[in-house]
């Protein structure tokens, strides 16, 4: 293999082949994908959910993840909060000539590592390359169905007055850890990105059925702007606790220093539940036995007005409107 | 986010104002950070009535005019020109158009978080023209001025620095001389006041008899501020005391000071709805001369001055609060803003739209 990807990778000819073969279709390798027909043929039945998401990262690698790992997970929880169980993904990169084969080699390891622990199979894709400068380095879409199971009834708009409101661990994390492993930052920040799989905690507590309204992964947009979604979806008020929300005191510090809120600062691998009131606690407990939720907490409740408002009680007393985030000043971050 | 030993002591300050404070004040927080964190932290619901908290012109972004945003596009427009900014700058509306908008034709304009990663593009790329953004008070200049210090000793000729610093002492007094606002007490800036330390502002108590605390910007910070100067007014006195002992020193840091004195000289500024004020602002000095992107580039822009209807320049002498403002919430909104204390992550606008929704 050259040490770059050229032009040429992306031909569609011989060079093309060899990178798919010897470095991108291996460690991904399974009955549907080796077929390398024009697209998979797939035999399912039932409810099916399908999403899409395009993944731009800079830089490629931080610490706890890569754009890779990133690319699989968020896919993953995008059909995993809806309740699905995910089970196939299109994988489709785009590179930008000039780009190291290592790191290619090195991103696709962290695809088929989180494939093979997942369970979730590459089923088709696409490989494109294209001049310098028109793509930052590499860009991933990736898109995936999962089954829904009957008896489930998750929506944004499904969240009701009383609902408590689970969070599954610390905010900011991966935010924090992609601007931290930013090279310009000029100081060391020990956080590493969240980024995980959510779908054994989302199977974890799927037997709850109709107690389960609403869930979201607070992702690019963080935790107060996911919030404003469900609450303006379901034209709800929600109002949650500063002291219950858990975040880490490097999470907070660099917050600080950098003049972000970590309520608006990204997250790759965090549930929020919103659950009838009377199962919350029962969903709570069986969320901590997991270990991507071990630090779940009981951030909030949903109230009966319908403004959409999300208001923060803070730790002395006050109250708070927070608002969806505005504008990005942030570099890219998924 | 704050543990419970803060909320306890946050409580117990909480009270010792309420007990303490028997007539009306009005206190000005001349930073942004401070606004912005006593809208986050919700401080004027848990106030007594007649402690009244409005702020000042500290933010870096909102105090520039009109005019310098207008040359800092034209600069971005200059063939060969790399223009590095603090990420605040690019949505600040000049007279036709924002940094923002010069990106998107093509122009490049790129974020950084200090001037040290300007100086590296202008390593990398010894064809262009790296200019710097100089924006903010004294605490954004030493490391300006670091910069420019290092660019001399490498004799990195295509790094340039567009100084448009600010000092904040003299534009407290003119805006106390010019006696517009009623001022009981001064919350004055953290930051700033690590660099300049305490001693710039004894002319406060000294000619003008107001109280001054230097606070940081956690809420036991501020409360422990604000509980000081409701103090010191009710006892009859004016001080500059210093409540953020952990980062403030009478005298300053004079590392950061010699730095600023080897590479600016102190001239007069425009500040937005102030204007020009003597002595307040930060140049680049003849020894630099080089470097200074104003000697290098002519740039004289054609303007047409404040948007229509913006009470910005108001909102920053404290004259008016930004919900007096009746393009405020309406037609400037974060997404959308007409001027810059709606854009600023420090703006007075930008901080009571988005967090002072609850009687903030």
Known sequence: ???????????????????????????????????????????????????????????????????????????????????????????????????????????????????????????????????????????????????????????????????????????????????????????????????????????DIISFGQAIHSM???????????????????????????????????????????????????????????AAADQAQAILNKMQQNPLGRDSAIIGEVRAKHSGHVVLKTAVGASRIIDMLSGELLPRIC | MINEIETRLARGLIEEIHRNSKHPVRLMEFCGGHTVAILKFGLRQLLPPTVQLFSGP??????TSVRDIDKIIALSQQPGVITATFGDLLRVPGSHSSLQQSRAMGNDIRVVYSALEALDMARQCPEKTVVMIGIGFETTAPTIAASLLQAQKENLRNYKVLSLHKITPPVIQALLAAGEVRIDGIICPGHVSAIIGARPYDFIPSRFNIACAITGFKLLDILEGISSLVKQIEEGRAEVVIAYRSAVRPEGNLTALSLLDSVFEVTGAEWRGIGRVARSGYKINNTFREFDAAEFYKLSPSGQGEPAGCLCGDILRGVRLPADCRLFGRSCIPEHPVGPCMVSAEGACSAYYLYGGLNG
Request: include cysteine; aromatic fraction near 4%; glycine fraction near 10%.
């Open chain 1, 1 to 203: 293999m050259d040490k770059t990807i050229l032009l040429a990778h992306g031909s569609g000819g011989k060079l093309s082949h060899e990178l798919i073969r010897s470095l991108i279709a291996p460690g991904i390798a399974n009955d549907l994908l080796n077929r390398m027909d024009d697209s998979a043929i797939l035999d399912i039945s039932g409810r099916i959910a399908f999403t899409t998401d395009s993944f731009v990262v800079n830089p490629l690698f931080f610490p706890g993840g890569d754009i890779g790992k990133l690319a699989v997970c968020g896919t993953i929880n995008d059909l995993s909060v809806m309740g699905a169980s995910p089970l196939y993904l299109s994988l489709s990169l785009i590179i930008e000539e000039g780009l190291p084969t290592a790191d290619l080699e090195k991103i696709m390891h962290s695809i088929s590592a989180m494939t093979a622990a997942t369970g979730v199979r590459v089923v088709t894709g696409d490989t494109k390359v294209v001049n310098r400068g028109s793509a930052d380095k590499l860009f991933i879409n990736t898109a995936g169905i999962g089954s829904v199971p009957d008896g489930l009834n998750i929506s944004g708009a499904n969240a009701q007055p009383g609902d408590q409101i689970i969070l599954s661990g610390t905010i900011g994390d991966h935010g924090v850890a992609v601007m931290a492993g930013r090279e310009k930052l000029r100081f060391k920040i020990p956080v590493e990105s969240d980024c995980a799989p959510l779908n054994s905690l989302t199977a």
């Open chain 2, 58 to 63: 500290g933010c870096p972004v909102c105090v």
């Open chain 1, 216 to 274: 979201r992964d607070p992702t690019r947009v963080g935790l107060a702007t996911t919030l404003n979604e469900i609450a303006s979806q379901s034209q709800v008020d929600v109002v949650i606790n500063e002291t219950s929300i858990p975040v880490k005191e490097a999470v907070n510090s660099a917050c600080e220093l950098l003049g972000l809120d970590p309520l608006y600062v990204a997250n790759e691998g965090k549930l929020i539940v919103f």
